[in-house]
């Protein structure tokens, strides 16, 4: 991956502030648009400290799980320590996940995609395709460009070579290409998410979608 966080106590500081103490919220009205369920088993790419993935371990309760992936160990040892009980991690990339294929109902990602390496972000893309069930979803929260300013400024140490204009508007294409179609997107506070979800067996663009996939991993 990209630029790897490793200072997890430092990070949950800043994203308190950059959110302005408003963080909880945000992140469960994202849990919401992610359609989370009871039961459910989830992906959750790049997540550094382990904050969605411990807000959407509420939603998908006792009898679903949720599964962390990041670069990072720091962060990845942070997110033992704080996580409930149907939360693991493991130390992984998002463009080459060690996962079985279909063996997910929804995957997430948010606050990540910009630190992929932008030569490797449609690998990632398509890594999540293959690892999601047939009709599982696809949910992506990143930064919305910024007018600047203080707050950004100091996002900024944590974004590099983020290049975030260009994030929002690669993730669309990226989804799409990959064999998804997006079932929404909008803005919560300071990011853009994008909804999408695998078409399902015998569904038009399933047999494409996979071809996609196999090409791209190849590559």
Request: aromatic share 10%.
């Given at each position: ?33 992610s ?95 293959r ?66 979800r ?22």
């Amino acid at each position: 991956m990209g630029w790897v966080l490793s200072y997890p106590y430092t990070y949950e500081l800043v994203a308190e502030f950059w959110f302005r103490g408003r963080r909880a919220r945000v992140w469960d009205r994202l849990v919401g648009l992610s359609g989370a369920a009871a039961g459910e088993r989830v992906l959750d790419v790049g997540c550094g400290t382990g904050y969605f993935a411990r807000r959407i371990a509420g939603a998908v309760g006792s009898g679903g799980s949720v599964v962390g992936i990041d670069p990072s160990q720091s962060m990845l040892d942070y997110a033992r320590r704080h996580a409930p009980a149907n939360c693991t991690f493991v130390a992984a990339g998002a463009e080459d996940l060690p996962l079985p294929d279909q063996s997910f109902d929804l995957v997430v990602s948010s606050l990540s995609f910009h630190h992929f390496p932008v030569e490797r972000r449609a690998d990632a893309v398509l890594e999540m395709f293959r690892v999601l069930r047939p009709g599982g979803r696809l949910f992506v929260a990143d930064l919305r460009p910024s007018a600047g300013g203080a707050l950004h400024r100091i996002v900024s140490v944590f974004s590099a070579h983020a290049k975030e204009r260009e994030v929002i508007g690669q993730l669309g294409d990226l989804v799409t290409d990959a064999g998804f179609s997006i079932t929404s997107s909008g803005e919560v506070s300071r990011l853009h998410y994008i909804a999408a979800r695998r078409p399902d067996v015998g569904e038009s663009g399933d047999r494409s979608a996979w071809a996609h996939v196999a090409e791209g991993l190849d590559r």
